[in-house]
């Protein structure tokens, strides 16, 4: 139940219907380099696939590296040292210092936010 809501917590960090991405684009929703990324990949830490040009196996010179949405969201969960409902609890602790009239504020853009989904 912990790993589904965290999946949808940190769905939102990826583009909607990209189901691929290259080392370039999960760096850019990691912060990372993308010489991390493929670091990563061939550490396993990144799961995915790798193709290779035209050439005869172990002698390719390039490889191209194709990582899966799922991976991305699994390496985001596996990385966190938090979860979503840790988080949720820290938010209620800084509400609770906020004063009534910050509270209403919030209170109105929430409800902007839910008439929107």
Known sequence: ????????????LLPPSQRWFSPKEVASIIGKSSQYV??????QKILGHTLSGRAPRGKEKRKTYQIPRES??????????????????????????????????????????????
């Open 1 to 12: 139940m912990v790993q589904i809501l965290n999946r949808e917590f940190f769905e939102f």
């Open 38 to 43: 493929r670091d990563a990949f061939d550490n």
């Open 72 to 117: 991305v969201i699994l390496y985001l969960i596996e990385t966190a040292n938090y979860t979503s409902e840790e988080l949720l609890l820290r938010f209620h602790d800084i509400l609770s210092n906020c004063s009534t009239a910050q509270l209403l504020k919030l209170q109105m853009a929430i409800d902007h936010l839910l008439k929107s989904k």
